[in-house]
T-cell receptor, first 115, second 114 residues
Framework: AQSVAQPEDQVNVAEGNPLTVKCTYS??????LFWYVQYPNRGLQFLLK??????LVKGSYGFEAEFNKSQTSFHLKKPSALVSDSALYFC?????????????FGTGTSLTVIP | NAGVTQTPKFRILKIGQSMTLQCAQD?????MYWYRQDPGMGLKLIYY???????DKGEVPNGYNVSRSTTEDFPLRLELAAPSQTSVYFC?????????????FGEGSRLTVL
């Protein structure tokens, strides 16, 4: 079965410091991995995705993520956090083997950037 | 450039009432999805559709129904509302088939059942 785990419910980081939001996954085939961000009372917004190729993926707002096949991880990173990065972050895996190309989401990590 | 549009944004229902959450997309996506989001639980798939006239159940379909008469619209029907259906509902769409595209989300519909 496909699954996504985000081991941290809450991450706090000081403004200007690097941030990492962790994600591990379990899929039966090749993983298609995504990160989304959700601001209060808004829908989810796409940040970046890994399909194939370079393990380091760059996305919106200066975020990047590193795909690590041996550790089955896809951690989200940013070199220098901004207060405006404070939001809820979701990791997701897409199962192309299933009808509907269903997405499976982690439970989310709340990021707070402290001024 | 509307993307995915959901209505209403907020609704309060009494136990046993019924209602329909509307969802429309203007990106000509063939795949559409309904999710519910509960605190600490992430998103759970309720129903999905791979094209007009085709729908199927997701993880948590009980108490809901959907239809897909056009490519653009994917309404979610709640029959006999229960407090357990208090949640935030998100509609999403994507390109289907072999495309590995991302989901595009609406802004959500917050439903409270009292």
């Amino acid at each position: 079965a496909q699954s996504v785990a985000q081991p941290e419910d809450q991450v706090n980081v000081a403004e200007g410091n690097p941030l990492t939001v962790k994600c591990t996954y379990s899929v039966s085939g090749n993983p298609y991995l995504f990160w989304y961000v959700q601001y209060p009372n808004r829908g989810l917004q796409f940040l970046l995705k890994y399909i194939t190729g370079d393990n380091l993926v760059k996305g919106s707002y200066g975020f990047e993520a590193e795909f690590n096949k041996s550790q089955t991880s896809f951690h989200l990173k940013k070199p220098s956090a901004l207060v405006s990065d404070s939001a809820l972050y979701f990791c997701a895996v897409r199962d192309r083997s299933l009808e509907g190309n269903q997405f499976y989401f982690g439970t989310g990590t709340s990021l707070t950037v402290i001024p | 450039n509307a993307g995915v549009t959901q209505t209403p944004k907020f609704r309060i229902l009494k136990i046993g009432q019924s209602m329909t959450l509307q969802c429309a997309q203007d990106m000509n996506h063939n795949y559409m999805y309904w999710y519910r989001q509960d605190p600490g639980m992430g998103l759970k798939l309720i129903y999905y559709s791979v094209g007009a006239g085709i729908t199927d159940k997701g993880e948590v379909p009980n108490g809901y129904n959907v239809s897909r008469s056009t490519t653009e619209d994917f309404p979610l029907r709640l029959e006999l509302a229960a407090p357990s259906q208090t949640s935030v509902y998100f509609c999403a769409s994507s390109y289907g088939g072999p495309n590995t595209g991302e989901l595009f989300f609406g802004e959500g519909s917050r439903l409270t059942v009292l």
